[in-house]
């Protein structure tokens, strides 16, 4: 996964519901803009 673009913030809507999915502990499924796929568990959520 690339770190060199430009960090985007993630809208409040957004960041409540992957709270809920950490708290939960549900199971992911991420597609990024360059068409990577990530599946995961939801834990913890870092901040920058």
């Given at each position: 996964?690339?770190?060199n673009?430009?960090?985007?913030?993630?809208?409040?809507?957004?960041?409540?519901?992957?709270?809920?999915a950490?708290?939960?502990?549900?199971?992911?499924?991420?597609?990024?803009?360059?068409?990577?796929?990530?599946?995961?568990?939801a834990?913890?959520?870092?901040?920058?």
């Amino acid at each position: 996964m690339s770190t060199n673009t430009e960090y985007q913030p993630i809208n409040c809507d957004d960041y409540e519901y992957l709270e809920l999915a950490c708290q939960r502990g549900l199971t992911l499924h991420i597609e990024l803009h360059n068409g990577e796929q990530i599946d995961g568990v939801a834990d913890d959520l870092f901040f920058k």
